[in-house]
Every structure is written in structure tokens, then in C-alpha cells.
């Protein structure tokens, strides 16, 4: 079982729709990050928050808009996709954004799919 | 710029034999070095880190990995390979870099393990 929950796994949505992805973890990280991954592709980075602060923006289109409601908490709200933005959206985890040495922690994602 | 290079898109090796899956980095400073594995419909697992010492380092599910500083490299290797070895393997040095921990994922190298 992995220990960063991503709900919901599965979505579907059309281009005008809002929706919101979650992500939660319970092991006291302090940053928390949103990737997205195209099949067989590495992940890419979208969003970095330390506590509880978005710190870094990946020139992600404002389409979608982070939130960090604590700091257990990490939300993807989505409004007005394109299919290009079909993927999978994983969150992931760590003590500290400056503890380089200790590895992410990444949940099963939520697979979304643009119609 | 910073790069990896993980230079095998596909490693196939039969139920038993020995694996190494490739990997080679041109990062600035001494970033640490992680592997991921992602099995199909999941999100990334961390298997193993090198931080310092010994160049050979052991992590999850019997697989290590051999650090090498003149060559820059950080090969995955395992002595027995199983079928449910059969996964997607991403190489990525992390370093504080930006205001963030950031992990610089090779493309990844899809491995095959046949009974």
C-alpha cells in the first residue's frame, strides 16, 4: 500500500467541466508535489508546496490551479482541459523540500482522460 | 544542462539471470542518486538511494546498484531476476536545486523478465 492516497483513480471529463483531484498523506512531509507522466514517459513536474506555500510553478497553464488546504492536503483543481491534458497526475511527498538525500514519496495517481 | 541517460529503452533477460539496468548522469555538484520503479498502473516506488561510502548500495526487493564517481554512473543490478521484476525503471539524481528538492528522471528503461 502506498502512503500518499490520490483520489479519485479514475476520471473522466469534458472540456468544460471542473473538477478537482486529491492527494493526501499522513507522514508529517512538509513539501508535497504534482507531476504529470504521458505513457512510458518520466514524470514531469508541475507544482512543488513547502509548508503549505506554493513555491514553485512549472509554467503550467492556468487551467490548472493548485492548493494546499494543510499540510496533509494537496488538491489539482481542473477547469477547462484540452485533450492533450490526458494523463496520469501523480502527487508525491517528502520531509522536506531541502532534505535532497530522502526520497519522494508518490501515489498511484489519478488517470484523467479529456473527451 | 542537466541530463541522464539511461540508454536502453527495453532490457529483456530470462527468469534467473543476472540484470543491470543502465545508467549514466551529467548533473552539477554531488547530487544523490535515486532509482524508481513503476509497476503498470501505479505510481513510482522508491528501490534504493546512494548518499555517500560504500559504492555499492542494496535496497528493496533484492535488487542494488553500483555507484561509479569517474564515470558518472549509477547502474541497477540484481542477481536473479524474477518475472514480477517485470516493471519500468527510472534513474533520477536529486539535488536542492531552485528552491526545491528536484529529480532529474532519466526517459526510463522498460524492463522484461520471460519465464
Known amino acids: 500500500d502506498t502512503e500518499v492516497t490520490q483520489t479519485p483513480k479514475h476520471l473522466v471529463m469534458g472540456m468544460t467541466n471542473k473538477k478537482s483531484l486529491k492527494c493526501e498523506q499522513h507522514m508529517g512531509h512538509r513539501a508535497m508535489y504534482w507531476y504529470k507522466q504521458k505513457a512510458k514517459k518520466p514524470p514531469e513536474l508541475m507544482f512543488v508546496y513547502s509548508y503549505e506555500k506554493l513555491s514553485i510553478n512549472e509554467s503550467v497553464p492556468s487551467r490548472f490551479s493548485p492548493e494546499c488546504p494543510n499540510s496533509s492536503l494537496l488538491n489539482l483543481h481542473l477547469h477547462a482541459l484540452q485533450p492533450e491534458d490526458s494523463a496520469l497526475y501523480l502527487c508525491?511527498?517528502?520531509?522536506?523540500?531541502?532534505?535532497?538525500?530522502?526520497?519522494?514519496?508518490f501515489g498511484d495517481g489519478t488517470r484523467l482522460s479529456i473527451l | 544542462a542537466q541530463s541522464v541517460a539511461q540508454p536502453e529503452d527495453q532490457v529483456n533477460v530470462a527468469e534467473g539471470n543476472p540484470l543491470t539496468v543502465k545508467c549514466t548522469y551529467s548533473v552539477s555538484g554531488n547530487p544523490y542518486l535515486f532509482w524508481y520503479v513503476q509497476y503498470p498502473n501505479r505510481g513510482l516506488q522508491f528501490l534504493l538511494k546512494y548518499i555517500t561510502g560504500d559504492n555499492l548500495v542494496k535496497g528493496s526487493y533484492g535488487f542494488e546498484a553500483e555507484f561509479n564517481k569517474s564515470q558518472t554512473s549509477f547502474h541497477l543490478k540484481k542477481p536473479s531476476a524474477l518475472v514480477s521484476d517485470s516493471a519500468l525503471y527510472f534513474c533520477?539524481?536529486?539535488?536542492?536545486?531552485?528552491?526545491?528538492?528536484?529529480?532529474?528522471f532519466g526517459a526510463g528503461t522498460r524492463l522484461a523478465v520471460h519465464p
Open positions: 533520477a539524481p536529486q539535488m536542492f536545486s531552485g528552491g526545491y528538492n528536484k529529480l532529474i
Open positions: 508525491a511527498s517528502s520531509q522536506d523540500r531541502a532534505e535532497s538525500n530522502q526520497p519522494q514519496h
